[in-house]
Nanobody, 119 residues
Framework: QVQLVESGGGLVQPGGSLRLSCVVS????????MGWYRQAPGKQRELVAG???????NYADSVKGRFTISRDNAKNTVYLQMNSLKPEDTAVYYC?????????????WGQGIQVTVSS
């Protein structure tokens, strides 16, 4: 049974930082691309960042230069380092396991974790 568990969310002031983690179990982590998505109230879920098994990375334009995605295959974990946070980054953040090493469009999602950026 594949499970994805996010951690590291919370409340942070504008300009602050958070690091999200997503641990994957029940799956050979190194075989799959991984992605971070977010959904703000009243908005559609959107891709924030993705990383393939080969290390190729893409980011949403809104987070380029502020967020960094990385993965540790030995720990079955994908990270999202978020710096210079803005109120518009407030959302529920989800990790997602891809369907292959390069395709993020997979079936498995984490439960989501709240990130709130507010003074």
């Amino acid at each position: 049974q594949v499970q994805l568990v996010e951690s590291g969310g919370g409340l942070v002031q504008p300009g602050g930082s958070l690091r999200l983690s997503c641990v994957v179990s029940g799956s050979i982590f190194s075989f799959y691309a991984m992605g971070w998505y977010r959904q703000a109230p009243g908005k559609q879920r959107e891709l924030v960042a993705g990383i393939t098994t080969g290390g190729s990375i893409n980011y949403a334009d809104s987070v380029k230069g502020r967020f960094t995605i990385s993965r540790d295959n030995a720990k079955n974990t994908v990270y999202l380092q978020m710096n210079s946070l803005k109120p518009e980054d407030t959302a529920v953040y989800y990790c997602r396991r891809g369907k292959s090493g390069s395709n993020l469009d997979g079936y498995y999602w984490g439960q989501g974790i709240q990130v709130t950026v507010s003074s």
